[in-house]
């Protein structure tokens, strides 16, 4: 009384429900080391291999129309599985979640909803194929899993030595998706510590882990940890002991009190001696900076109430901060990605290629004053852009970022005149474009990812000695470069005596170029020379791109391990 199943599928009985179960190729099949192309990370599967599995995606399509329509006339419910001759890697299941999709029906069992919270988010059901969705506190539940055309099947990260599936993670993470996927079948140790509060480094852990033959392929083909890393891990798991991220309330509040004397003084001499009073409010509004940038980076319950200080005094978004200023520390001096170091048109860091070159570059160790004037102005308007789509977007405290944006905007319009707040942002922006760039630019960059967290940190970035008490409180703790890319979430006020533990770390685990350090004015020089060469140097051919290379341009283009099963818009 049942229907003959299609030539090449047996036939299996199933009471519950009539399930076809046609074979679908998984990203994790495809992960198998190739060539690199220049100036990309090592691509997963092939554009022949992604059309062939898209072509046997609509072959089965048309297998399973026909196959439900023959199911219809059946008053038995009927399950078709796919032949054992089709090559899949062998699991204790014949319908294995990492490498079968089951279209089912009927709803998913109710075993397939259940919540996972702490149980490692092992799948209830085998013969059941289960996505994730989580809530912002890392709570997934199982629920069935979607075309891979249609949104991300796949996303395993390794962290702290386990893999996880961060799939249904990835929409609910409070800093964007795009984090997530950069990582995509890679080690993502150094970046969770670094970024993520305690809190947040405990609600990884409820998070689904990754199905065992995958977790299995992906370890042996990831890069293996190397004894820096694992050292650095133990001075991590040190200093946290030693309670290094308890904040000094009485040395903010003084930090605090400086940058308020100088907007009452900008204020006071708005009107009277206006040039004073530009001086004034471009240092209120570069102190502003810098305080906001240790309260957003900040893990701490300080760092919590005055996370959006920066929007009121600075003008700066919190979101825009994180989504650009997270990505250059996490991928530091990476051609393509890091955003830190794509000051092209105006400024190069290194000699392009000719359709990527400008006649600016020839003068630009003679101009690049204009757009390092320029920088605060273009912050200040990308972070509207920002937060008015993070509002749109619906992201966690965007409303109230906007608000915190238009009551500075309020402040400063009625008790500044134009003529002074005006050209105090550009002044603002020289002064801060100054104590930014000379920290990384004329260090090592990198066309492709670097796996060693650690010492990719130190290769490309310099610490800037200072030779006087204004210089110190100035640079906002920017001169202590490295020790604030290691250690991001760490107050600022901790850092001198920091320094002294990286040097010591640095020559104890041979760090090529160890601890970096140069002068303030040294450094400075050292950064113009960088201008002047790369000006005088010959565009070269097949130079990578500043934008839209590396790792952002293989995902766009299909190429990188961030690519497989991700769709556009999810």
Known sequence: SHPIPPPGFSLQLRPDRCVFSPRLFFPAQHRTPQPSLPFLPSPPPSSSVRKARKSEMIV??????????AALL???????????SLARPSTSSSFSTSTSLEIATAPPSSSAEKAVNGAGGERSDPAVPQGWECDEEANCVAVEACDEDGCRTSLDVRIHGEWYDLSGWRKAHPAGSHWIDWYDGRDATEVMDAFHSEKARAMYQRLPKSVETTAKMLEAEAEPDTKTQVAFRELRDKLEKEGWWERDPIHEVKLLGIWSSLCVGAALTAQTAPPLSIFLTALAMTNAGWLGHDYVHGVDKWSDRLRLFVCYAAGLGCTWWSDKHNKHHALTNEKGVDEDIATDPFLYTWAPDPENDSPLRKIQHWTFFVPFSALFALWRVDTMKVAVEAVEQK????????????????????????GVWFPAVFLSGLMSALIVTPTHQSEAMFEDYQPDWVTAQFMSTRNAVM??????????????????????????????LLKPILAKFAEENNIPGGYRESGEFEI????????????????????????????LGAIN?????????FSVGN
């Open 524 to 551: 400075l020089k050292m950064n113009w020379d960088l201008y002047k060469e790369v000006a005088e140097a010959d565009a070269v051919v097949g130079a990578p791109a500043s934008r839209g290379n590396g790792q």
């Open 557 to 565: 283009k299909g190429t990188s391990p961030a690519a497989a099963g």
């Open 467 to 496: 030779t006087n008490p204004f210089s110190e409180w100035l640079w906002g703790g920017m001169q202590y470069q490295l020790e604030h890319h290691l250690f991001p979430s760490m107050p600022r006020s901790k850092y001198p």
């Open 395 to 418: 992201r966690p405290g965007a409303k109230e970022e906007l608000f915190g944006l238009l009551a500075h905007y309020f402040v400063l319009l009625t008790f500044l005149p134009f």
């Open 60 to 69: 089965n399509r048309s297998a399973l129309a026909t196959a439900l329509a």
């Open 74 to 84: 059946s008053p038995a419910a009927v399950a078709f599985a796919p032949p054992t």
